[in-house]
Structure formats: structure tokens, C-alpha cells
């Protein structure tokens, strides 16, 4: 099957053909820099993430913008409260947000531009649509009139008669319709402004898309993405700009994910609901809030809360843990995999078939428009027919088996990679994992291994009741312990 996406704008799905064979321009909306990223961020970036490396995947050429709106009312105030300039609060939040995306494995995009560093394109596009009577003057201010744009609506499914009908009186008497928004707004006394044909000003927050993902992808690109949130007004006013001032379609295909919910209601830093990226990552391995985002589809709702991240990091320990047992097993043969592949049993060969089938139950499910929750759904499948195989398996393994997990263990991480999963070494996930929790709970490490190593002490001078005691005490602690046969695993309960 090829690939198919979900498009807003014409509300079904749709074969995928790029503009140019080969190649796509992705532009997601990025974030505007005066906070901490929450996982609502998280989740917008995790989806274009994973639609960006898939594309890759097949094949195809991705050019992927995200911008940053660096200049708004909302960096303003904060730039006033904290007693510094707007650019301090932009660097300071820039950098943030780059620390958490690439803890969360987050690729960078390939052009990351900033909204003031394109001030000379808004004011071209804004004269422009003054040209085309689309805009204009107030004193100064600059307005979009949205009865000159015939399809003002088209991407959020509003009427624009109905929308006038039912908003509220607008207290801005500069408007000649309640429903115009800013392209341009007048400087006011300590805020920063830039020259103008209307005067001193700033650009309204709508412009910049439009003239960012013009200057790098052209009048007309493949996908548009972002927030659900976004599709209006921002998007809808994204295209009434461009469009208006081209005649040409903005983009092709209009891709939105779902909101993060708390008890119902969409997080966000407005309703104060919500949880930063860097306070989550104290508490939880990256690629468990990878595979809690990617667990549902993208344009599905998702509820946060405690139990459906302990069902996250349950699932991300359960595929590590099958990946240590690959490891572990393939360290202990002192073979190639290679020498095995001539002599494989009925049995091996039904069990690799079955892994084979993986990528293409992968790009089935992902061709069908980004499907991550059936992909993987088809990974829980391949590490519930390795691990039933390694149970019979692992502990005295032959050249034909070291085969058959070797190649497992490549499809299982050239997949995994695709969703940004399966990065990090086996025993690294765990060994953060725990320590992650020892941190939370206040233990000390150097203190639960000295008991460990008293009680492997006692064991080996038979001293039983002394290591049951040993235990005992771990036990309180929450330490649970698996003796090994050369050595004792612990982790926290």
C-alpha cells in the first residue's frame, strides 16, 4: 500500500504524492521562546520527528523547517518582568528547548529560522497585500481583512458569516471587521519595534509562518504540520496570507496532531496543567515519553497521568529487556552469526520468516497515515516470538540460533530506530532507569551494592542466615534482587 495521509483541509484521507518525485518540504510550526517546554510540546515534536524519519525511510529527501517566534507579546512580558531584553528571554528558551528535543532524540530540523531574522520578508509580503487590497492601515497598525479572502474558513470548516455572528463586540475600533487580525502592530514604549511603511512596529504572530516557509520551501510545499490548536486561527490565517498574496495553495497537505490531556482538558501553560520536558526527564528514560506519545495515533487525544506513563515505561523495559537477553546471548557465542545460516532448523527458519515479516507489517502500518500505535503493536508481536524462542534457546546457543537472533536483532533496531526507539545500550536503559529511582527515593548506590556484596559474601561461607538478613534489609529499602549465575541483578520495586 502507498503511502496515505489524513488532510485537514479536505478532511479524508489521501494519497501521498510530493510536488517533486523524491523530495518533500515539511514546515512545522515551532515554539514561541519565553517558557520551558512542556510534553505537549513534546508530543508536536515527537510526531514530526517520527513522520520526518519515516519519509527518510522510504527514501525521499526531507527538507524540514520549524521555526521560532522570537518576538510577541508573551516574550515582551516576560522580558519585562525579569528585567532583561527580549533577545535574553529568546536565547535562554531557545536553548532550552534544543536540550530537551535532543534528549528526547528529537533530530534537528534542517532549517531552524527566527521570526526577527525575517522582518524584511513580512514587510514585502504585508505591501503585497496591500496591492491586492487584502490589507490595511489603522494608525499605524496593519490588518488582514478577511471578507476580501473568498476562502477565509476552509482549513478549520468555519463559515465565516457564522464566526462573524457569533463573535463577541470588539473593543479594537481600529478593526473594520471584529474577525481582521494583525499583520503589523505600532510600536508602543518599550517594546522593540522595527522601520516600516506604516512606521515604527513589530510583525503580528500569523506573518511569519507565511513568509518563513515561502523563503525555504516556496509559494507552494508538500506538508504543513503542527498542533491541533494551531488549525485556527493561526493556520487558517497562514493561509488566508500567503494565498491571498500568491493565488497559488499554501500546502498540500494540512497534518495536526492531537492535544495532551489532563483530566480532560488540553494541557497547556495557560490552564497551568502541565509538565516540563526537564522535569519529566528526572522522572522517566526518553524513549519511555517517546513510546507513551507513539503508542496512540497522532491525531488521537492522549491522557496524561501517572498510570499510562507506568504502562509506557512497563512496555519500553519489557522491549530492553529482550534486547539485553539478545545481547547477553550473542556476547556469550564466540562464533560469527554468519555460520550458522546454512544449517538452520525447520523451526529456526519459522521463527526468522515470521521476524522478516516485520518491516512490511511496519510500513503497512505506517503507510496508512503514520499508524505508530499498530507499528507498535507489530514490534510487542516480534518481542513475544523472540523471547519465546530464546527461552528454549539462549542458554546453550548454537550457530544456527546465534543467526537467527543476530538478524532479529538488526530488523528489531533498524526499525526501532524509525521511531526513535531502541537507542540506547540495554545496559544503560536499565542501569538509569534504576538509578533515576534511587535518586527519586533517596537511597545511596554505593550503599545497596555493599550490602549486595555482604550478602555474595555470605552466601559464598554458607553463612544462609546472615544473606537472608542482607536481603531482608534490601527488601525494605524496595531493592529487588535476581541471583545470576555469576552475578546478582538489582533494581528498585
Known amino acids: 500500500m502507498a503511502l496515505r495521509v489524513y488532510n485537514t483541509l479536505t478532511r479524508q484521507k489521501e494519497a501521498f504524492q510530493p510536488i517533486e518525485p523524491g523530495k518533500i518540504g515539511i514546515y512545522a510550526c515551532g515554539i514561541t521562546a519565553y517558557d520551558l517546554c512542556h510534553i505537549g510540546h513534546a508530543r508536536s515534536?515527537?510526531?514530526?520527528?517520527?513522520?520526518?524519519?519515516?519519509?527518510?525511510?522510504?527514501?525521499?529527501?526531507?527538507?524540514?523547517?520549524k521555526n521560532f517566534t522570537d518576538v510577541d507579546d508573551k516574550i515582551i512580558d516576560r522580558a519585562h518582568a525579569?528585567?532583561?531584553?527580549?533577545?535574553?528571554?529568546?536565547?535562554?528558551?531557545?536553548e532550552a528547548h534544543n536540550r530537551d528535543m535532543d534528549a528526547l532524540g528529537v533530530a534537528r530540523p534542517t532549517i531552524a529560522p527566527r521570526a526577527t531574522e525575517n522582518i524584511e520578508g513580512m514587510v514585502r509580503l504585508i505591501t503585497t497585500l496591500f496591492e491586492k487590497g487584502l490589507a490595511y492601515d489603522a494608525d499605524g497598525d496593519v490588518y488582514y481583512a478577511v471578507e476580501k479572502f473568498k476562502g477565509y474558513g476552509k482549513l478549520s470548516g468555519r463559515n465565516l458569516e457564522d464566526m462573524l455572528?457569533?463573535?463577541?463586540?470588539?473593543?479594537?475600533?481600529?478593526?473594520?471587521?471584529?474577525?481582521?487580525?494583525?499583520?503589523?502592530?505600532?510600536?508602543?514604549?518599550?517594546?522593540?519595534?522595527?522601520?516600516?511603511?506604516?512606521?515604527?512596529?513589530?510583525?503580528?504572530w500569523h506573518i511569519e509562518c507565511s513568509v518563513m516557509s515561502q523563503r525555504y520551501l516556496g509559494d507552494t510545499f508538500d506538508i504543513h504540520g503542527g498542533g491541533e490548536d494551531l488549525i485556527f486561527p493561526h493556520h487558517e490565517n497562514e493561509i488566508a496570507q500567503s494565498e491571498g498574496a500568491t493565488g497559488k495553495p499554501l500546502a498540500?497537505?494540512?497534518?495536526?496532531?492531537?492535544?495532551?490531556?489532563?483530566?480532560?482538558?488540553?494541557?497547556s501553560k495557560s490552564l497551568g496543567n502541565f509538565s516540563t520536558i526537564q522535569d519529566m526527564l528526572l522522572d522517566y528514560h526518553p524513549e519511555v515519553l517517546r513510546l507513551f506519545v507513539l503508542q496512540s495515533h497522532y491525531r488521537s487525544p492522549v491522557?496524561?497521568?501517572?498510570?499510562?506513563?507506568?504502562?509506557?515505561?512497563?512496555?519500553?523495559?519489557?522491549?530492553?529487556?529482550?534486547?539485553?537477553?539478545?545481547?547477553?546471548?550473542?556476547?556469550?557465542?564466540?562464533?560469527?552469526?554468519?555460520?550458522?545460516?546454512?544449517?538452520?532448523?525447520?523451526?529456526?527458519?519459522?521463527?526468522?520468516?515470521?521476524?522478516?515479516?516485520?518491516?512490511?507489517h511496519f510500513t503497512e502500518a505506517m503507510d496508512d497515515d503514520f499508524n505508530t500505535a499498530r507499528a507498535i503493536g507489530h514490534l510487542y508481536d516480534t518481542v513475544r516470538i523472540l523471547n519465546s524462542y530464546m527461552a528454549e534457546w539462549q542458554n546453550k546457543p548454537a550457530p544456527e540460533t546465534v543467526y537467527v537472533l543476530a538478524r532479529s536483532r538488526e530488523i528489531l533496531?533498524?526499525?526501532?530506530?524509525?521511531?526513535?526507539?531502541?537507542?540506547?545500550?540495554?545496559?544503560?536503559?536499565?542501569?538509569?532507569?534504576?538509578?533515576?529511582?534511587?535518586?527519586?527515593?533517596?537511597?545511596?548506590?554505593?550503599?545497596?551494592?555493599?550490602?549486595?556484596?555482604?550478602?555474595?559474601?555470605?552466601?559464598a561461607q554458607k553463612d544462609w542466615k546472615k544473606a537472608d538478613e542482607i536481603r531482608q534489609v534490601l527488601v525494605e529499602k524496595k531493592v529487588s534482587l535476581k541471583?545470576?549465575?555469576?552475578?546478582?541483578?538489582?533494581?528498585?520495586?
Not at 515534536?45 to 523547517?65: H, M, P, S, W
Not at 525579569?82 to 531557545?94: F, S
Not at 473593543?171 to 508602543?188: G, H, Q, V
Open 45 to 65: 515534536a515527537i510526531v514530526f520527528d517520527v513522520i520526518n524519519k519515516y519519509l527518510q525511510y522510504l527514501g525521499f529527501e526531507v527538507t524540514f523547517i
Open 82 to 94: 525579569e528585567g532583561c531584553d527580549i533577545k535574553g528571554i529568546t536565547e535562554k528558551y531557545i
Open 165 to 204: 455572528a457569533g463573535a463577541r463586540v470588539d473593543i479594537n475600533e481600529k478593526k473594520r471587521n471584529p474577525m481582521d487580525f494583525a499583520l503589523w502592530k505600532a510600536s508602543k514604549e518599550g517594546e522593540p519595534w522595527w522601520d516600516s511603511p506604516w512606521g515604527k512596529g513589530r510583525p503580528g
Open 252 to 267: 498540500r497537505y494540512w497534518l495536526h496532531n492531537g492535544f495532551v490531556r489532563v483530566n480532560s482538558e488540553k494541557m
Open 303 to 360: 491522557d496524561f497521568s501517572d498510570e499510562s506513563l507506568r504502562d509506557a515505561r512497563m512496555g519500553m523495559d519489557r522491549f530492553y529487556a529482550t534486547l539485553k537477553a539478545l545481547k547477553d546471548t550473542l556476547a556469550r557465542f564466540g562464533g560469527t552469526a554468519e555460520d550458522g545460516k546454512s544449517s538452520l532448523s525447520e523451526e529456526d527458519r519459522q521463527v526468522l520468516e515470521k521476524i522478516m515479516t516485520l518491516p512490511e
Open 413 to 459: 533496531l533498524r526499525i526501532g530506530a524509525v521511531l526513535g526507539l531502541f537507542l540506547d545500550d540495554p545496559d544503560h536503559y536499565f542501569d538509569t532507569d534504576r538509578n533515576r529511582e534511587v535518586c527519586k527515593r533517596g537511597l545511596n548506590i554505593e550503599e545497596i551494592e555493599g550490602l549486595i556484596e555482604a550478602r555474595r559474601l555470605a552466601r
Open 483 to 493: 541471583d545470576t549465575s555469576d552475578r546478582t541483578v538489582w533494581k528498585i520495586v
